[in-house]
C-alpha cells in the first residue's frame, strides 16, 4: 500500500493499463507536455512517449470524435476533457455518436474509450467551471458512468474502465484531487457496477457520490454522537447501478438519504429515490430525503459557493431534522 | 493480344466499366428506394443521391478492400460502394429483420464494417473527427489503411469541419475529406449563406491545404482525384480535401419536390447527370454497346433481386430493442 493523492491516483490508473496494453492512447488538451491542468497526468508523457501521449489542440468535438474514430478502429484511447461543463461543447459526439452507434448499427461497432473529466465545485470557478454533470451523462443510454471517492477508486475504476468494451465517462471531482490514501500496490481493478458501504449504520442510509463520500462520512461521524447511527454507501458506479447493495443497506434501517452536489432536479438521487420507492416501500419508516445542491448555476464567491453545496452541517441538520 | 483501352489520364477499360456498373448500381437502387417509399414500404425518411453516383463511385474502385468510409445520411450509395449487401441495404430501409443493422438504423445510418462502411452519420458534420479518428488509428497501427470521409457543402460552416481539418493537418492523418457541393444544403443554397465562393477548395489555404476543386459529375475525373488524393494519405502526405461539384436530381429528403431550385439551372444539370454522360463517353471511346448493355440490365436484375430479399423479410424483432446498446449484447444498467 503506498499513500497516494488522488491526482496521482488517476496518473496511476492511466500508466497501469498504458504499460499493459500497446493499444491505450491518451490524448487531451495540456494532458502531455503540461501534464494536464489538474497534474493529474503527470510523467506519462515521458514514460510512454510522443505518440501514445499528445497535446491536442482545443477542439473537444476533435478530441471525443477522434478518439471514438480510433475506438472503432481497433485502439482503446483515453481522451480528457479539461471541464466537465466543456462536455456541452461535445456533447453531440458524446450523446448522439458515441452513446448510439454499437446500438443503430445492430453491434457492429464497440467503442472501448474512457471521456475523463474534471468535474464539480469548491474552487470558486464559476457556473462554467463548476458544474456537476454526472446525471447528463447518466440520462443518456450507452454511456457508462462513473465518478470515485478515493485515492483507490480512482485508480482501480480508471484501469476497469480502460479495460471495459464499453464508453466510459469518467468524472473526477475537483475538490478531491488533493486528497491523499492508501492505494494498493501493483496491478488494482475495480469493478463497474458496485457501490461501496463505507460505514455500515443501523437507522438510516446516506448514499453519496465522489465529493459528498467524504462529507457524509463526517456527517455519519457526528449524528453518532447525536444517538443516530447512519451508514453511508459510496454509489461510484452511477451506471452500471448497483441497486442491490444500496437497497439491502436500505431495507435494513428503514430510511434513505441522497447527497448529490448536481443541481436538484433529475439528480442521480431521484432515480435512486425512485427506485426504493417502488422496491422496497413497505421497508421505508419514512419519507425519501435528498440532499442537493438548489436548483441554480453555481455561484463564483466562496460563501455563496459553500452555502450553496451540500455541507457536512447540512447532511447533519437535514438527517436529524427528518428523524426526529 | 488485346489493346487496352485508355483515358489520357490512363485509366483502363476494365476500371472503366466497373465505375459504369457502380454508377448505374447506385441509380438503380435510388431509384427503387425512392418507388418503395412512393408504395409507402420505405418508412421514416430517406435522401437520396440521385445525380451524386460518380462521386461514390469512383471512390469504392480506387479504394483498397480495408479502407475506411465515413458518409451521411445521404449514404447508400457510399456504402454500397464498398461492396455491401444491396438486400441488407434495402431490408433496412424497409426495417426488416434481414437489414444489415437489423432495422435498428434505418436509411441514415447504414453500416457495413465488415466492408469497411463505418457508418452514415446524421448530425452535419459529425463524422469528420469520427472518420480522422480512424485515420489516426490506422497511422499509429502502421496499417497504411486511408479513412474517406464524405459530406455535403453545408458541413463546411459547422465547427467540426474545421477542427477535423486542423487535427487532421497537424497529425498528417491518411484521410480524404471529400466535400460534396450538391449546391443546397437542405432548401438554401449554400452560396447565399457562407462567406467564399467554394465552401470547401476556398477554404483549404487555411489549413496548409491544396484547393481541390473538380467536376464531380465526370467519372474519370473523380476517379484520377480519389487516386492520387488516397495515394497521397497512403504514402505518408497526409490528408487533402476535395471539393467536388455536383447536383442532386431530387429534393433534400423523401417527398421535397425542391422548388426552390431555379427550372433552367436543374434542366442544366440533369444535362449533365453523371450517369448518361458517362455511357455516352464509353460509347465514343469505343466502348461498344454490346458491352453496357448487359451491365444495365444486370444492374436492374441485382436490385430487383435485393427488392425481393428486402419484401421477403419478416419485421424487424422486438427482442432488438433491448439488445446491443453494450457489448455484451444487452442493455442492463442495473443489477
Known amino acids: ?28 488538451e495540456d494532458v502531455a507536455a503540461a501534464g494536464g491542468v489538474f497534474k493529474a497526468t503527470v510523467g506519462l508523457l515521458e514514460r510512454f512517449g510522443p505518440e501514445r501521449v ?70 470558486r470557478f464559476g457556473a462554467q467551471h463548476s458544474q456537476s454533470l454526472e446525471n447528463w451523462a447518466m440520462a443518456v443510454p450507452g454511456l457508462k458512468v462513473l465518478a470515485p471517492s478515493t485515492p483507490a477508486d480512482a485508480k482501480g475504476l480508471l484501469a476497469a474502465a480502460i479495460r471495459d468494451p464499453d464508453p466510459v465517462l469518467f468524472f473526477e471531482q475537483k475538490s478531491l484531487y488533493g486528497t491523499a490514501g492508501e492505494v494498493p500496490d501493483g496491478e488494482h481493478l475495480e469493478p463497474l457496477g458496485t457501490a461501496v458501504i463505507r460505514r455500515p449504520g443501523r437507522d438510516c442510509t446516506i448514499v453519496a457520490l465522489a465529493a459528498m ?40 434501517t428503514g430510511r434513505l438519504f441522497t447527497v448529490e452536489e448536481n443541481p436538484r432536479l433529475c439528480g442521480w438521487g431521484a432515480e435512486i429515490a425512485s427506485i426504493a420507492a417502488d422496491e422496497c416501500f413497505d421497508d421505508l419508516d419514512g419519507p425519501i430525503v435528498r440532499i442537493t445542491t438548489p436548483h441554480v448555476p453555481l455561484p463564483a464567491a466562496d460563501v455563496l459557493e459553500d452555502a450553496a453545496m451540500p455541507s457536512v452541517d447540512r447532511i447533519v441538520n437535514t438527517v436529524k431534522g427528518a428523524m426526529r | 493480344m488485346s489493346t487496352r483501352t485508355t483515358t489520357p489520364s490512363g485509366i483502363d477499360r476494365s ?13 438503380d437502387f435510388e431509384q427503387r428506394a425512392y418507388e418503395l417509399f412512393l408504395e409507402n414500404l420505405v418508412r421514416g425518411t430517406s435522401h437520396l443521391a440521385l445525380g451524386q453516383e460518380a462521386i461514390a463511385a469512383a471512390f469504392g474502385v480506387a479504394m483498397r478492400e480495408d479502407d475506411y468510409t465515413f458518409c451521411t445520411y445521404r449514404g447508400h450509395g457510399h456504402t454500397l460502394a464498398r461492396g455491401a449487401s444491396m438486400a441488407g441495404a434495402m431490408a433496412e430501409l424497409l426495417g426488416r429483420a434481414n437489414g444489415m443493422m437489423h432495422g435498428k ?19 452535419v458534420g459529425a463524422h469528420l473527427p469520427i472518420a480522422a479518428g480512424a485515420a489516426w488509428s490506422a497511422q499509429v497501427r ?101 471539393e467536388a461539384l455536383t447536383y442532386r436530381h431530387g429534393g433534400h429528403s423523401r417527398a421535397d419536390p425542391a422548388r426552390y431550385r431555379p427550372e433552367a439551372e436543374v434542366r442544366e444539370w440533369l444535362g449533365r447527370d453523371p450517369v448518361q454522360r458517362y455511357r455516352e463517353r464509353l460509347l465514343a471511346a469505343g466502348i461498344d454497346e454490346g458491352a453496357l448493355a448487359p451491365i444495365d440490365s444486370e444492374a436492374q436484375a441485382k436490385v430487383d433481386q435485393a427488392t425481393e430479399e428486402a419484401r421477403q423479410g419478416p419485421p424487424a424483432a422486438l427482442e432488438e430493442i433491448e439488445a446491443q446498446v453494450w457489448a455484451d449484447g444487452g442493455s442492463t444498467w442495473r443489477n
Not at chain 1, 450523446?95 to 443503430?104: E, H, I, L, P
Not at chain 2, 436509411?107 to 448530425?123: C, E, F, K, R
Not at chain 2, 450538391?182 to 491544396?210: C, F, K, W
Request: glycine content about 10%.
Open chain 1, 1 to 28: 500500500m503506498a499513500q497516494l493523492t488522488f491526482r496521482e491516483a488517476v496518473a496511476a490508473g492511466i500508466a497501469q493499463e498504458m504499460e499493459r496494453d500497446p493499444l491505450v492512447y491518451f490524448i487531451g
Open chain 1, 54 to 123: 499528445r497535446d491536442t489542440p482545443i477542439s473537444e468535438q476533435a478530441i471525443v470524435g477522434a478518439a471514438m474514430g480510433a475506438a472503432m478502429t481497433g485502439l482503446r484511447p483515453i481522451v480528457e476533457i479539461m471541464f466537465s461543463d466543456f462536455l456541452a461543447t461535445c456533447w453531440d459526439m458524446v450523446a448522439n455518436q458515441v452513446a448510439k452507434t454499437r446500438y443503430m448499427t445492430g453491434g457492429q461497432v464497440s467503442l472501448p474509450l474512457v471521456i475523463r473529466t474534471a468535474n464539480g465545485g469548491g474552487t
Open chain 1, 213 to 252: 463520500v467524504p462529507k457524509a462520512l463526517t456527517a455519519a461521524d457526528r449524528l453518532s454522537g447525536l444517538d443516530i447511527d447512519a451508514g453511508v454507501v459510496d454509489v461510484r458506479s452511477l451506471v452500471p447501478l448497483d441497486t442491490r447493495t444500496i437497497l439491502g443497506e436500505v431495507r435494513k
Open chain 2, 15 to 27: 476500371t472503366r466499366l466497373r465505375l459504369y456498373r457502380l454508377m448505374v448500381e447506385l441509380r
Open chain 2, 105 to 123: 438504423g434505418g436509411s441514415m445510418h447504414l453500416t457495413d464494417v465488415t466492408h469497411g462502411a463505418m457508418g452514415s452519420y446524421a448530425i
Open chain 2, 142 to 242: 502502421r496499417s497504411g489503411q486511408v479513412s474517406v470521409c464524405f459530406f455535403g457543402d453545408g458541413t463546411t460552416n459547422i465547427g467540426t469541419f474545421h477542427e477535423a481539418l486542423n487535427l487532421a493537418v497537424v497529425w498528417r492523418l491518411p484521410i480524404v475529406f471529400v466535400c460534396e457541393n450538391n449546391q443546397y444544403m437542405e432548401y438554401t443554397p449554400i452560396r447565399s449563406v457562407t462567406a467564399v465562393e467554394h465552401p470547401a477548395a476556398d477554404r483549404a489555404s487555411a489549413y496548409g491545404l491544396e484547393p481541390i476543386l473538380v467536376d464531380g459529375n465526370d467519372a474519370d475525373v473523380m476517379y484520377d482525384t480519389a487516386v492520387k488524393a488516397i495515394g497521397q494519405a497512403r504514402t505518408g502526405k497526409g490528408p487533402s480535401l476535395v
